[in-house]
């Protein structure tokens, strides 16, 4: 056998899952990508594991073996999942199809996924020929069926090629225009979920280009005859900011760990400012591609800030800046950080020295709704004699300006101008 299938059984948790089958005399395979990332020599924290006649119990047995937590995916397809607590891997078990591995195997939906080896255990199975698909680096379909079996195939052939730098067989994308109005009929947190993992790699552009002349972007978005190159310009130049942030100069670092942060789980703000980027030039509202996408609240506001950047006028660079409009300026703008600087500045809107000026002050001084305040909403009522309500929100606002214009900068500052503007000020919290 292949060493380096060898040293994916030998090592612990599939050791134990191979064990726990050959005790209960049932057939389990590890299948899919495990097995494909193992060829290629690539790291991976997903187990994917088939389950014959017999095995239903295998999930929950791995559960209590490892001190993993149980999760049932499909409970009528007898589908589970068990993670590992604080480690990160994942294994997913699923009932074997079509009576034998090889027919579960051709039901897949790329060769290179097609890929199965036994828990008794036993040589590597590859009845449509992955390995050789994977030395060759391409991403093939199993089958000419296997688009209108599930046509979200379609955004994961282009996922795929992008994340592995694989090519796409001819073949397959020559079954790719006739089934991509299928693509209608997915459910969009599904085609969401595919397209936010594609944005979030570093090369992506690529695979956009491919997908929009093959009329796959605009059977997403519902929309025809996109600018293929135009969308993929603008795309291009985000992509190429996000991977180089050395125009930031010091903050480059800070720029980063901002894009890395996720807008709701599974997005990160890196991917949206992709998406924003491909929308504007391709012509696309944000409000349909978040409809589309099934986008949550603060993705969506976020998605809509990013694409209106493009069209704001940003305030120049000056010697002695003012910080309270550019407190006024972001207030209006939350949640969106340092990112909504990206495509303007990719666009040419902004100028370099612009946008360090702006990032700077966004990454050190400006404090966004409910971050770290000199003084909490407790302090604010004990100092002012407040009860809670609105007028405490009130002067936590007024706190975060001063401290985002600089006014204040210790607690001891941060009392005495709240004590002052309830002194001084005509109904001072308004």
């Known amino acids: 056998m292949d060493q380096r299938i060898l040293s994916f059984l030998a090592a612990p948790l599939p050791t134990l899952i191979a064990s726990l089958a050959r005790q209960g005399g ?13 060829l290629l020599a690539r790291p991976s924290n997903d187990i994917d594991i088939v389950v014959g006649p ?46 034998t591995i090889a027919a579960d195997l051709a039901l897949r939906d790329f060769t290179i996924n097609a890929l199965a080896v036994s828990c008794a255990p036993g040589n590597l199975l590859d009845p449509l020929d992955g390995a050789v698909d994977l030395a060759q680096r391409v991403i093939r379909a199993c089958s000419a069926d296997a688009f209108a079996a599930d046509p979200l195939r379609i955004v994961r052939a282009y996922r795929f090629a992008a994340h592995l730098d694989f090519d796409i067989h001819a073949a397959t ?4 225009p006739d089934h991509a109005p299928l693509l209608a009929t997915v459910a969009g947190e599904r085609i969401r979920d595919e397209l936010i993992r594609m944005l979030d790699l ?58 890395q942060q996720e807008a709701q789980p ?38 809509e800030l990013l694409c209106s950047s493009a069209r704001l006028i940003w305030p120049a660079p000056a010697a002695a800046p003012d910080p309270h409009a550019l407190f006024t300026l972001f207030r209006h703008r ?86 002052k503007k309830q002194l001084t000020t005509p109904d001072p919290l308004r």
């Open 26 to 38: 049932f057939s389990a395979w590890f299948v899919g990508g495990c097995i494909r990332d193992a």
């Open 54 to 99: 017999g095995g239903e119990d295998l999930p929950r047995a791995v559960a209590a073996r490892i001190g993993g937590s149980f999760f049932p995916l499909d409970e009528e397809r007898g589908h589970a999942r068990v993670a590992l607590k604080g480690e990160g891997d994942i294994c997913d078990f699923a009932p074997l199809q079509g009576g």
């Open 173 to 176: 994308l020559a079954l790719i």
């Open 202 to 259: 570093p090369h992506a552009v690529s695979s956009v280009l491919q997908m929009t002349r093959a009329g796959v972007m605009g059977a997403i978005f519902g929309t025809d005859d996109l600018p293929a190159d135009t969308a993929a310009g603008v795309l291009g130049r985000v992509e190429a900011l996000c991977g180089d942030l050395s125009l930031f100069g010091t903050d480059a670092e800070l720029v980063r760990a901002r894009l």
């Open 266 to 303: 599974g997005i990160t703000i890196r991917a949206l400012a992709k998406l924003a980027a491909f929308l504007n030039g391709a012509g696309i509202p944000a409000g349909t591609a978040s409809q589309r996408l099934m986008l949550g609240k603060t993705a969506t506001r976020l998605l």
């Open 334 to 419: 939350e949640p969106a950080g340092c990112e909504q600087l990206i495509l303007p500045l990719a666009e040419g809107i902004l100028p370099e020295d612009g946008c360090r000026h702006l990032a700077t002050y966004l990454t050190h001084h400006h404090i966004p709704r409910g971050g770290l305040l000199l003084l909490t909403g407790d302090d604010i009522m004990t100092l002012l004699g407040l009860p809670p309500g609105r007028q405490v929100g009130e002067a936590v606002e007024l706190l975060r300006a001063a401290q985002s214009t600089g006014e204040v900068r210790t607690r001891a500052e941060a009392q005495r101008y709240l004590a």
